[in-house]
């Protein structure tokens, strides 16, 4: 049997936030990291290679969007997708975000409907 499993990284500072979206991703039948800071996430992307990452926008060293342009700079790395997920809600806020390598923009809260929906697309690419 294929297992459909597939390696998902959450780069989240506030834990609760990280450990729901975790759990969520847990249900879909995934792996799961979790890393709270933007300095470690590139380091645990690079070791990890995740099918995708869910990222928070804002953190306390740097920013998801840092992180995240970083991450795009990188040849083995550019190719995954990232789903940034914020509270920041203007549209020139998710512009930015898509414009700088976001693949999906989710506002949040972000339930779980909506993230599965969210992983599934980028998934299938």
């Known amino acids: 049997m294929i297992s459909n499993q597939r390696t998902i990284v959450i ?5 609760d936030t990280a450990e729901m ?6 249900l879909m039948g995934h ?4 890393v709270y800071r933007g300095a470690q996430a590139i380091g645990l992307i690079a070791e ?3 099918a995708t990452i869910i990222m ?5 060293d740097i920013s998801g ?3 995240m342009q970083h991450i795009r700079r ?5 190719k995954i997708p990232i789903i940034m997920v ?5 549209p020139s806020d998710i512009e930015l975000a898509l414009n700088s390598g976001a693949s999906i923009y989710l506002t949040k809260p972000v339930g779980y409907k909506d993230l599965e929906n969210a992983i599934q697309k980028v998934l299938a690419t």
């Open 31 to 34: 792996s799961v990291f979790q």
């Open 86 to 90: 914020s509270a920041k809600n203007l």
């Open 11 to 15: 780069v989240e500072d506030d834990p």
């Open 21 to 26: 979206f975790a759990e969520m991703i847990r």
């Open 56 to 60: 928070d926008w804002k953190m306390s």
């Open 74 to 78: 990188d040849a083995k790395l550019a």
């Open 65 to 67: 969007l840092e992180v």
């Open 48 to 50: 990890v290679k995740p």
